[in-house]
């Protein structure tokens, strides 16, 4: 089977073809879970944003003016509930367990403090390495779904991970420099 792009299956979908929506689901969600891990800093909420911002698109799909936008529309989606799930999470933790978050010891401090780290990162830096790191996506792909170009994929990253890494010295983890 000859690889449709995006927009083809996106009108495809349109049309009641669920097979095209889930080749969609099947190519965005590993991406879309980077997106909102970014903003969560949490796996399993990541996921159910994922799941959500697939859900509303599934039901706005008639809504998407350009398909060939598909990918920047559907992480929009999921930027919005991914923040909205930050927002609720806010509000529903208990003023008597804040200690014990505070207080939890890392089995890892290494990649605690690397991820406490990614977390001060500004949000477009922390999407930016979220998706190169966590998603694994490359530089191709990242500039795709971002709607910039590789060259400034590259510079982002770079700019964020001198950051991480003067982050971790103040931090006084002192290591190689890449």
Known sequence: MIEQPDHRLVEAARSGDTES???LYRRHYPTIV??????????HLAEDAAQEAFAIACRDLGRLR???KFTNWLWGICRNVARD???AKRRH???DSLPELIDKPSKDGLSAAVRESVQRLPLAAREIVMLRYFSNLSHAQIAE?????RQA???RLVRARR???????????HGRES
């Open 21 to 23: 929506f889930g080749e």
């Open 34 to 43: 980077g997106v909102a891990y970014a903003v969560l800093a949490d796996r």
């Open 66 to 68: 350009r398909t060939d």
């Open 85 to 87: 799930l930050a927002r």
């Open 93 to 95: 933790v208990r003023a």
């Open 145 to 149: 779904t971002l709607g910039i170009t």
């Open 153 to 155: 994929v590259h510079g």
């Open 163 to 173: 950051r991480l890494a003067e982050d971790l010295r103040r931090s006084g983890l």
